[in-house]
Structure formats: structure tokens, C-alpha cells
């Protein structure tokens, strides 16, 4: 039995394996930072869960069989000298594994099983099937023999503490397949007449599309291309619960949430070949704004937070979003983005604005992205230059809709409001070398060392040359051969794994290297561009990056960091040709 591979290998410990649309994946990534010996079935509704354990065995013994695991994107496979398992998603919420030679161990990951919590077993006699249901999921997984399969149980109808499962063999020295499918509470026993090379095509076809469609221009000058695309493709869920659309999660690891910033890289990456898609992308959080226009700090299957919010980089982002479909929005479409972007800056020119004053203010670190950049270190409720310069894009972009919509007297008053956000900025926190953070308790004001105080970049041409190039001096200090590291590294807080106290994150290198662009400073664009594309190249789409080594760290499979890849990529070949 042999299954032929398509589209880019990867390791299942850095990137799950899953496909479009499925709320579950395949992988060892159990919980934050946390792998198990065996690859699991791990559900993202109501939080991340490992609900199943999957242990290749030898069917002689019982026992577990060595093997090893290969992954592309329509197949996952179980290799060992005995056998092979290979596994394939049919549809979002049904696997079909297929073993010869090797059998399958399917067993509940939770060992007890109390009213509240774990999983029960048992035999369901009108499907012919067997079912765990997850107290922590909320959901069924039921377990199907398709075709040559022996089943043996152990637990099923058990209670309290003890193993659930199944193994699975041929009833001959054969082949065997089952199906694996996610549900709620009921649906018709499973049934398909479809081949199982069939479905590892249809699932190779699936991502090859998409890949062919947001990433035509790929070429060698761009190699990690389709893997970009295929960390985006699979972390993308149907729409259930409280997310409202499809949606591209940050990470099927424990990452697994849509934040109210980074969901603008991915819609910007998508919006050329998927521009449904990119639309979605953008306006889920808007679906959760609450009364006084704020958007939440995150959203997923079973929860969305307010406790903090996001940086307005939204005007910034829906700017580059209409200029990059390849269709203009309709009327009603831009009348839609343009209320929802009303009230979330009217958000922060009143709840965050001290009257009588001209500058909005952060309350914590995390509103700005940035959770624990040292210019939060002094004190949390600050008004920053970044939080002001994304303003000014945000009320210029306003400006530019309204004038498309027909409301030049609104154009005029958002235009206005640009101009003395960005003045006050300029007067009040530009020192003439650098821009400082100023307490709003206190008025008291300070530098640091974290590449956050340089963001105003992002305001390109509306900057002041001199201004501009005094910034792309001190953004130059922060290169690393990697990137641009978010703190200096010469800085007595900096620190290898420090979140954004020095490690390189991708939306402030798309920010940086959009602002330095507009602003004319091309060759150190091109740098930074060139250095960050490398690092994706060489260590993958983690989180973030050990800025002075290129490590990947924290989540390995971050799809905003596989936006940005795919955004700076594409922007290099349609700039050199390739």
C-alpha cells in the first residue's frame, strides 16, 4: 500500500496537521508548550483539547509499533517497517485512516471520567459505531469500521478513572479503514463509497487551489511560498459558535483565537486570490463590537474578550485591503466598513481621551499589542506615538471614505482631525531625535529602548523628511542578521525569549517596512524585507523569533507570521520580476 505525497513536507511537531474549514487537528501539541509522545486528535472547540490518542501498534503483539511520521497537506502518514497508516481528511469534520500492515490504537486521552469533565465510550447500536463523547469539547467523535477493519474494545460504558479504547487490525492479513468524524449531538450512521486515494486527492486538489490562488507569483526566489499557504489554509475554521465567519485562526496550537490586530495581516495576505475570504477576515472582530465602538481583544468558538483591546491599525490595514481585491468594494460594502471604523476611533477619541487633551492613551501594554515592551515599564496608562500614528491613518482613511461615499462635509472633518492628532503628536512627543511616551497621570515623559517607539514610521508620507530619516536611523540599530528585533539588543532588558522585549514578530516588520517604503527610504525596506524573509525560509512561521540566533519560539504555526511572509513575498517578486 503506498500513497503518493503532494505540496510541501513538514513536521507535525512544528505545524498541525488539518485542512480547511475543520474545527480539530491532528498533531502531538496537546496544550501550550506541552507535546505528547503520540499524536492526538485535538478539538479547538470550547478550547483546545486533545480528546483522542492515536497509537500505531503491531498487530502480533499489541504493543505499540515504531514508526515514524511524515506529513504533507492532504495526507499524514504512519510509517513503520512492518506497515504504514495513512490518514486524510474527507470533509472539515471527518478523517478516514487507512492501515496495512500496522494497526491503530484509538483511545480516550482523558484517563477519568467524573460528571463534569473527561470522556465516556461506548457502542452505539443504531449507527454500528463506536463513540467518545467529550465533556471538554461538548462534542462526539465517533469511530466508524469502513472496510476490513477487526475492532477490540476496552471501557466502553465504563466510569471514573480507567482506559477507553479501541484497536483496530485487519481481518486478514489485509487492509483496514475507519473514519473518525466530529459532531455534536446526532447524524445519520457514516457511509461513503468514495476511495480513500480519492479523498488524499481531493484533499491535495483543496489546498492546491488556494495556493495557486493567493500565491500565483511563487517561484524558487520564493520557497517557503506554499508552506506559508498552507499554515494559513489549514488553521482556517468553519464558521460555529461565536465566530460568526470563516475565520483563520492565529495557530491550531494553543494560539487558537482571532485578536483584534493580528486578523489584518491575514485578511491583507488573503485578499488577492481569496477576497470573500479577506472580507471575513477583517470584519469578524467588527461583529463583536460592543456599544461604545470598541472592538475585543479576541474572539474564538467559545469566548470573546474585552477586558483589553487592540491597536487601531484597521485604517491602515482596510487602506491596503481595497487597493489589493481584485474588484472595488460595492457602496454598501465600503458604507459598512466605514460605520463600523467610525465608531472604533470615535472609541478612542473619547473613552481614551482625556478631555481637553489631543492624544488618545493606552491603559495597558496588551491594548497595544506590544504586552510587555519596555516603554510600558515606567507606567501602563500612557499616550504613546505609535497608538497616536495609527490614529492619524485611521482618520485619514475615514476621510477617504467618506469622500467616496458622498460626505465631503464628514471628509473634511476627519481630515481635520488627522491634522491636529498628527501636530500634536509632533509637538508634544517628537523630541527632535526620537518620539517618548508621556504618563497621563503625571504628564511626566521617557524613551526606551523598544522598537514601539519608533512605529510612527508607519505614517510614511506624512512624515516629515527629517523626521523619517532620524527614525530609519534608529530603526537601523535594531536589524539584526534575522530582523528587526523589538528591543536593542545592546539593551540591558533585553532578552532572547522576551516576547516584545527582543525577539522579531512579523506585523511590526510589515508595519516598519510598509512606512519606510512610503517614505522613500526603499533600500532599507528591501533589508528588512529580504532578512525577514530568510528567517521564514529557514526556521518556519513560529510566533516569534530569537532575534540574535533566528530560533523559532513560542507557537511554531502562526498564521499572521505566514501572512507576512506571503505579503513580503509576493511584494519582492512583483518588484524584481520573478
Known sequence: ?????????????????????????????????????????????????????????????????????????????????????????????????????????VHAAAQTLTPFSGTYFFHDPAADAHVFTSYETGRRYRVTAVSGAFIDTAGTQALGSGDRELAVTAEADGVWEIAIEEFDTSRPPYASSVAFESIAETARGSFADFVDAIAPWRSSATPAAELAAYVVWSATVRPSGLVTRPAVLMSKHWMDKVWSWDHCFNALALAPGHPELALDQYHLPFDHQDDGGALPDSVTHSEVLYNFVKPPIHGWAFGHLRRRLPAPPSQAELAETYERLERWTDFWLTARRVSGTELAHYQHGNDSGWDNATTFDPERVVATADLAAFLVLQLRELATLASDLGKPDEARRWTRTAEQTQSALLDQLWTGDRFVARSVATGNTWSSASLLDLMPIVLGEHLPGSVSSALADHIKAHLTPYGLATELPTSPHYLADGYWRGPIWAPATVLVEDGLRRAGHHRLADDISARFRALCEIHGFAENFDALDGTGLRDRAYTWTASSYLLLAEAYAHRDGH
Open 1 to 105: 500500500m503506498t500513497a503518493a505525497l503532494s505540496g510541501p513536507a513538514f513536521s507535525v511537531h512544528d505545524i498541525p496537521f488539518s485542512t480547511y474549514g475543520s474545527w480539530f487537528d491532528i498533531s502531538p501539541v496537546v496544550a501550550e508548550k506541552t507535546y505528547a509522545e503520540d499524536l492526538h486528535l485535538v478539538s479547538h472547540q470550547n478550547g483546545m483539547h486533545g480528546v483522542l490518542r492515536l497509537v500505531p501498534v503491531d498487530p502480533s503483539t499489541g504493543a505499540r509499533a515504531e514508526s515514524r511520521v511524515e506529513a504533507t497537506p492532504g495526507l499524514l502518514s504512519w510509517i513503520g517497517s512492518a506497515g504504514r497508516i495513512d490518514l486524510a481528511y474527507e470533509s472539515p469534520d471527518t478523517v478516514r485512516l487507512r492501515g496495512s500492515g500496522l494497526g491503530m490504537g
